[in-house]
């Protein structure tokens, strides 16, 4: 039986870099997610100036620059009323930039496979018990034995549901997410737009491509730029529309 030093659930941006510090630190590290990379995930795809550091300890930094990506030069903020507010963003190397998650989060889980962490796709946590240390269960009846186990599986935790550490929401929100064609006069910004139900925000994460998000606090969705939506339950949704669906909501 191998005890891994450290066992993290969740392989996106918090759970790999997490498990390359643990391997570069020499530590015995597992990851284990659900799904296999890459993957799409709903997102605003912008990568705060904040990171530079974390990617250069990892020796990340220029294969992140390496990806398909635009840098920003400053975000629009568009109250309900039209009101418009432009913040400039930081310029040069250590700049704002957007990048598809797929790409971004398949990086990052690739580098922490490379510097000895033991990555297992497409492993769904079932069971967690603690005795001094943990056992991990998982649906296709693997056993995982680790000194410590971090959560990082995002809102809707597995690890904080088996532990009965997941809060009951206050309010359920919708996401819904599409890459379109990039207009020809959006340039290298961020347009964060405030809605009455909810917010839009678009960012060009490539030349071609402007990836739009909308979040909503309604579960009854009647139409988003004309096209008709239902939901029966909360969820998240993310899709690839050669179409604009938010185009009758956006103001740029």
Known sequence: MQLFDVAIVGGGPAGSTCAASCAVGCLATLVLDREKFPREKVCGD???PSCWPVLE??????????????????VAFIAIDG???IVDLLSGDGCEISVKRSLFDDLLLRRARELGADVHEQTTVS???????????????????ARILIGADGRNSTVARLCNLLPRPERERVALQAHVPRPQNFHDRIVLQFLPEGYSGQAPDSVESLPRQHTTDNLEIASVGGNPISTACPSTLAHDHAADPFANSIRS
């Open 127 to 145: 069971g967690l018990h603690q005795n001094g240390g943990w056992r991990i269960e998982t649906a296709l009846g693997e056993i995982f034995h």
């Open 83 to 85: 009101r418009e507010v």
């Open 57 to 74: 300890r990892l020796a990340l930094a220029e294969r992140v620059r390496d990806l398909p990506h635009s840098k920003l030069s400053s």
């Open 46 to 48: 912008c990568l705060n």
